[in-house]
């Protein structure tokens, strides 16, 4: 069953047309206005057309008013303007939900004509929180606690490179996490005193899981376990997230469970997953490690901007050795952004990690470091480097479905204007009365009640096609679509639908 946006909308009742002696005809409703939609804490704006009602006595003015349905005046935060025939206002929390809104046209005697729409406030969904980026200055050897902005339920912590004011080998060692922040500090091999100059670094905490920002890029984070090191043994993560491309891969240490100079080195990644494993001091290479937690953050790569932050995510060539090597950003940022990276590649068995310099919002100088616990010899052949360039700030986005390929979005039990990503979503509403918005990709509703929720349109209802297939209603405007799991779309009418433009 199909049919394109042709439904005619719920009858209004008949408005009473009464003679009125001298001959005066009472205006009429000739076009019912449809039912509207404000968000919370948006300024909302409606003008009625001036078709709306119509006088048959020509020398008649028609003047305008507004009232509740029950004849109450409107609550404070709308007004209306007679003469523009404007209804605005901004609503707040105790605004949320429906209002049915009577608008009287009222000719030179004294005749009216009514109609009475719905005006339903809703908050609006926006993406959850899901972590933040920042820069550490004045960064030493001695333990520091920096704390996050948000709480979070299980962060993993990607920090490092460190800047290059001091010349010994050197990490971020992170000692400690918890849902505020994390403790860490610059840890060098045992045969450097442990001292070591003021450095700089960012860090990206995400919280573990699989994450799809507004723009459609693809995250997955995750943590494990283990004892695993270059010499002995490597662990394989197979991404749980459907990658079209390898994504840019950052590791780090997550723990302090051995006191030793470690990191993380990486090799083998593929759209599918990739291999880590530990990896001491060059003297310490052939020994092992106390099991550590080691956490993983993988973007897909790209460039562009999630909550305001612009960023740019993505791999050098195999090209970066112990030379100060050029990275550009291919991105001009306004100032300098926060600056992750990690070797990707795993070329030569000496122990190496990144240090980096001249960082501008147009790219930053990077190069390999070796250590000389073994010998004095740093020469290091040419690795892949993953990077992260992004301005700082807290970091949205909604939950991943790896099994549909489809983003999570998750209304409450209040009246809410829920906005699929520019991907494919399932969608949930929650209880109350909501608005789905047709956007792009292919969307899925779970819960649409009839005469409760509606669908919120950019474009004209006649554009619509909604068709039947199965027990489902598909509503469609090209390759766009919702589909209302387990609704009859004989029960669909114009009515159901609000314009969000």
């Known amino acids: 069953m199909t ?22 005809t009472p205006p009429e409703l000739v076009n019912p206005i449809s039912d509207q939609v404000a968000i919370k804490g948006a300024a909302f704006s409606y003008t009625f057309p001036e078709d709306t009602f119509s006088d048959p006595d020509i020398d008649d003015t028609l003047t305008y008013s507004a009232t509740l349905e029950d004849g109450s005046p409107l609550p404070s935060w709308l007004s209306f303007t007679p003469d523009t025939r404007t209804l605005s206002g901004t609503p707040t929390q105790s605004n949320v939900g429906n209002l049915s809104i009577t608008i009287i046209a009222t000719d030179n005697q004294g005749a009216t004509a009514t109609d009475t729409f719905s005006l339903l406030t809703v908050e609006k969904i926006n993406p959850i929180i899901i972590g933040e980026v920042g820069t550490v200055t004045d960064f030493d050897h001695i333990r520091q606690t920096i704390n996050f902005s948000q709480t979070y339920n299980n962060p993993v912590v990607i920090a490092g490179p460190l800047s290059y004011n001091g010349i010994h080998t050197a990490t971020v060692r992170i000692s400690e996490i918890t849902g505020e922040g994390f403790t860490a500090f610059v840890q060098e091999p045992s045969n450097h005193y442990p001292r070591h100059n003021l450095e700089t670094f960012s860090y990206l905490v995400l919280e573990a899981g699989t994450w799809q920002w507004s723009d459609g890029t693809l995250i997955e984070v995750g943590a494990i376990d283990t004892n695993a090191t270059v010499r002995h043994n490597w662990e394989t993560i197979n991404f749980q997230t459907n990658f079209v491309q390898t994504p840019t891969i950052f590791s780090h240490v997550q723990s302090y469970n051995g006191p030793d100079f470690v990191r993380t080195r990486q ?22 490690h106390l099991t550590e937690t080691v956490g993983y953050v993988a973007i897909a790569p790209g460039a562009g901007t999630i909550n305001g932050l612009d960023y740019t995510v993505g791999s050098t060539p195999d090209a970066v050795d112990h030379n100060w090597y050029n990275l550009d950003f291919d991105a001009d940022f306004q100032s300098s952004p926060n600056f992750l990276a990690q070797l990707a590649s795993y070329d030569d068995r000496n122990s190496a990690g990144l240090r980096y310099r001249n960082l501008t919002g ?15 010899e740093t020469q290091h052949p040419t690795e892949v480097v993953n990077f992260l360039a992004i301005e700082g700030g807290v970091l949205s986005g909604n939950g991943y479905d790896p099994l549909t390929g489809k983003a999570l979005i998750n209304g409450t039990d209040s009246a809410e204007i829920l906005v699929g990503t520019t991907g494919d979503d399932l969608i949930s509403g929650g209880s109350g009365s909501d608005v789905f918005v047709l956007g792009s990709g292919e969307d899925v509703i779970s819960d649409f009640t009839d005469g409760v929720d509606k669908i919120g349109l950019k474009v004209e209802f006649e554009e619509l096609t909604v068709t039947q297939v199965g027990s489902d209603s598909v509503v469609s405007l090209g390759a766009d679509s919702l589909t209302l799991t387990g609704f009859d779309s004989g029960l669909l009418t114009e009515s159901d639908f609000v314009s969000v433009i």
């Open 362 to 376: 147009e790219g930053v100088q990077v190069f390999v470091e070796e250590d000389t616990s073994q010998d004095i």
């Open 267 to 288: 090799r083998n990644d593929s759209e599918s997953g990739f291999q880590f494993s530990m990896e001491e001091e060059e003297g310490r290479l052939n020994t092992i």
């Open 3 to 24: 049919w394109s946006g042709n439904i005619e909308a719920i009858p209004t009742a008949p408005q009473a047309s009464t003679q009125i002696a001298g001959g005066n």
